[in-house]
């Protein structure tokens, strides 16, 4: 029987991978991972929302442009502790974290597909080369990639289904397909994680909020999502009130990123750069509590009011002393995010926010909405940074983006923010904008 | 080395003819550095020279055309590099002559142009995006300091030595962005700034947070049975199919409908294509967000005088705080010239 208060330990094992060849059977080889394309096809195809899907590998340094990417995940695997990776998706939905899990490190899964019928192309672009200037900005490109081009079976579109009812989030039709696109990416990639399940890793880290010394700095991360909600264990729930989640939880796949909206991949969940930069600082620098994930669709005064009061008071539960804040700027959620900070400095709880710049032009500040008392903020660059991108020799997921709709086939001079994982507030990125 | 050529524009009152019953003084100039030139000689030392003081009475420079032309063809006669104006501290009107000098010469005299003035200032918010103004006290009381920072200025930017952030260099922040690559990732540098915070030790944010215009609200509606009233979205409601793309987010144009004889908002005519919030409401009922049949009701019964015959539509989703004030200022004036009295304005 385990101790009063034992804590989750999680120890993540990493194999690094060299290279991904073709084979006729999935395997790891010391450190290389064999795939066979038709047995990934097939457990593709398991699922009858699709009718087809091109297994193709991608490497960092070749001509090639990737556009509607949909989701990346990195293959890993349960060696040992409860549960399996992607609880709710390709696992029981038990409380994960524990234990020991085995990661393909330098390998992704990307999934990718056009637009279904009824789908809103809203915050849906997202592009990765794998060579030139944008490959030095996207994390995408110095991951060997195992690409999933998808199919859609158009059975599961009726007359009436291309109505796109909300501009958010599309109909219901495309909203079931998607699901079905980031469990096949999950599936995909905890089948490719399983090829390591007896290998003996390069490192292993092991990632455990233990009691320590009771004068450290008590500090919670409050990361917010938006209304475009992640799946935490499968389910997509809106959290306008908060939840508080342990980051092992976030490692083993938990958090699955619905797969709209500039920023964010399940990738950048599993190896979220600001949890694992607080799991070390642990007992060194600070008492990490644990993560607050909160945000959802909060349209009145009042509801961003309870939003702010709940999360600012959950970090009071915790008698968090300090809050690293990961916020996402643009929209009317930024208001939320600013009244918890106001809310949460109000109750002794001193702040750092990371934070993109969504400004254009000397006269714009590139803030929503801003409180006097959000005084520590880390710039983590633009997303209105335009950046020129040459033409590929290849390129993959079809010949025009959908949002801006233009022609992907030659050079590209686009925002930032299309740049898979080039602009994101979870700590990884060196992008930065000076104010002069 | 030869002493980079200065020249120093002060009002009739630090340029010492007189005070307010001297502000119709018209441009004049003298030899060399006159009142808070001599302080700031001593500021430049021996790297500029201030070869002559232009000046101008505060009322002139401001009523009469021509005036700061005038001032430039003045300056221009002493072939100089840099061109130092003020400091103005908070007075109104030589701030705006500091500012409008220093960005003129600037531009056609192609010098390093440097002045001075307390942000608050309100020439600070006009030109504090052209030009670089030192970040000084409300009063006189500051010069010393206030000429020390425009002089560092002035050199730097004469010899192209890149500056440092304004809090560091005492400059008003100018709003330009420079993007670039940082050492070290986000994370890292969010430790040690938060760590530092808690600490109770210095730090300095990365990104200040603005101080917002505020915008007085105009005052209520005399007659509201004699006003014309129009009608407003950043809804994003459209002609169904969009016809003139209006875009989802980021919206860079405002556009207008007529409905001039329609009473309703049929969902089969009209649909919203804002990618912010869920439309499957205002779809199904347009006047969720444009409230056609309503006004029309209280304009039916002499409530409102008459409904303006088009309503202005554009998306508020991530957008761009100038373009919205450009929209802002472009729907301002033309329902000004429709002698419109009142707006409803409704946000989603």
Redesign the interface.
């Known amino acids: 029987m385990k101790a009063l208060g034992d804590n989750m330990r999680l120890e993540v094992g990493s194999v690094h991978v060299r290279d991904v060849e073709a084979s006729d059977r999935t395997e790891l080889r010391d450190h290389t991972l064999a795939i066979d394309a038709a047995e990934l096809r097939a457990l593709v195809l398991e699922d009858s929302h699709f009718t087809d899907v091109r297994v193709r590998v991608v490497k960092p340094g070749e001509s090639v442009r990737i556009i509607h990417a949909l989701d990346v995940v990195e293959p890993r695997w349960k060696v040992a502790g409860p549960g399996g990776v992607f609880p709710g998706f390709v696992s029981p939905a038990v409380t994960v974290g524990e234990g020991r899990t085995h990661r393909l490190a330098g390998v992704a899964v990307v999934e990718v597909g056009a637009p279904v019928p009824g789908e809103?192309t809203?915050?849906r672009e997202r592009i990765v080369d794998m060579a030139g200037p944008g490959a030095e900005l996207s994390p995408f490109a110095r991951t060997l990639n195992v690409v999933l081009e998808l199919t859609p079976n158009m059975a599961f579109f009726p007359p009436g289904s291309e109505t796109i009812?909300?501009?958010?989030?599309g109909g219901p039709e495309s909203n079931e397909y998607n699901r079905a696109v980031q469990a096949a990416g999950l599936k995909v990639a905890a089948h490719l994680g399983r090829t390591a399940r007896e290998a003996v890793p390069d490192d292993v880290e092991a990632f455990e909020l233990a009691p320590c010394d009771p004068a450290l700095?008590r500090?919670v991360c409050l990361l917010q999502e938006v209304?475009l909600t992640p799946y935490l264990y499968g389910v997509r729930v809106s959290l306008p009130l908060g939840t508080m989640l342990h980051p092992n939880e976030f490692f083993d796949g938990a958090v699955v990123r619905w797969n709209r909206g500039y920023i964010g991949s399940t990738y950048r969940e599993q190896n979220h750069?600001?949890l694992?930069?607080?799991c070390r600082?642990h007992g060194r620098?600070?008492n990490f509590l644990g993560c607050i994930v909160f945000g959802g669709?909060t349209?009145s005064a009042a509801d961003k009011e309870a939003s702010s009061s709940s999360v600012s008071k959950m970090a009071r539960l915790l008698r968090a002393?300090?809050a690293?804040v990961i916020g996402l700027n643009?929209?009317?959620h930024a208001v939320d995010l600013m009244l918890t900070i106001q809310k949460c400095e109000r109750a002794g709880i001193?702040?750092?926010?990371?934070?993109n710049?969504?400004?254009?032009?000397?006269?714009?500040?590139?803030?929503i909405f801003?409180?006097?008392e959000?005084?520590?903020?880390?710039?983590?660059?633009?997303r209105?940074?335009t950046v020129t991108l040459p033409k590929m020799a290849t390129l993959i997921g079809g010949d025009r983006l959908v949002?801006p709709d233009i022609d992907a086939r030659g050079e590209l001079t686009i925002p930032m923010r299309y740049l898979y994982g080039a602009i994101d507030?979870?700590?990884?990125?060196?992008?930065?904008?000076?104010?002069? | 080395m030869t002493a980079l050529r200065v020249v120093h524009y002060l009002n009739q009152f630090f340029a010492g003819i007189g005070a307010e019953d001297k502000a119709e003084t018209p441009p004049g100039q003298r030899e060399g550095a006159i009142g808070p030139g001599r302080v700031l000689q001593q500021a430049l030392g021996d790297r500029a020279q201030i070869v002559a003081t232009v000046y101008c009475g505060d009322n002139h420079v401001a009523e009469k055309p021509g005036a700061v032309d005038a001032i430039l063809d003045l300056i221009a006669e002493h072939r100089p590099q840099i061109v130092v104006a003020g400091p103005a501290f908070s007075a109104g009107r030589y701030g705006w002559a500091c500012g409008e000098v220093a960005l003129r010469a600037r531009e056609r005299l192609g010098v390093t142009a440097v002045t001075g003035m307390h942000v608050d200032n309100a020439a600070a918010e006009i030109f504090r995006?052209e030009v670089y103004i030192a970040s000084t006290q409300k009063t006189a009381t500051g010069m010393a300091d206030a000429v020390q920072v425009m002089a560092r200025l002035a050199l730097k930017l004469a010899s192209g030595t890149p500056?440092g952030?304004?809090a560091e260099e005492g400059y008003v922040?100018?709003?330009?962005?420079?993007?670039?690559?940082?050492?070290?990732?986000?994370?890292?540098?969010?430790?040690d700034?938060?760590?530092r915070?808690?600490r109770g030790e210095a730090?300095t944010?990365?990104?200040?947070?603005?101080r917002?215009y505020r915008v007085a609200a105009a005052p209520p509606v005399r007659d509201l049975a004699r006003a014309t009233i129009a009608l407003i979205t950043t809804g994003?409601l459209v002609p169904r199919g969009n016809p003139d793309r209006l875009e989802?987010?980021y919206a860079t144009k405002w556009l207008r409908y007529s409905i001039a004889g329609a009473d309703t908002l049929p969902p089969e005519r009209w649909q919203?294509?804002?990618?912010?919030?869920?439309?499957?409401r205002i779809?199904e009922d347009p006047h969720r967000v444009l409230p056609l049949d309503v006004a029309r009701e209280l304009e039916r019964e002499g409530v409102i005088g008459r409904l303006h015959p088009e309503f202005f539509s554009t998306t508020g989703?991530?957008s761009?705080?100038?373009t919205m004030?450009r929209f802002a200022q472009e729907m301002g004036r033309d329902l000004k010239a429709a002698g419109v009295d009142g707006v409803i304005l409704t946000s989603t």
């Open positions: 809103s809203v915050f009812k909300d501009f958010l989030t700095p500090v209304t750069p600001m694992i930069e607080l600082r620098d600070l669709v349209v002393e300090a690293m643009g929209s009317n001193k702040t750092t926010l990371v934070y710049d969504v400004g254009e032009g000397p006269d714009d500040p590139g803030f801003a409180v006097p959000a005084d520590a903020i880390v710039n983590s660059g633009s209105a940074q949002d507030p979870s700590g990884g990125s060196r992008q930065t904008v000076r104010f002069e | 995006t500056l952030p304004p922040p100018t709003g330009r962005r420079v993007f670039e690559t940082a050492s070290r990732p986000a994370a890292e540098r969010a430790m700034m938060l760590l915070k808690i730090y944010t990365e990104w200040p947070v603005p917002y994003g989802s987010g919203s294509v804002h990618g912010g919030f869920n439309t499957t779809n989703n991530t761009v705080i100038p004030r």
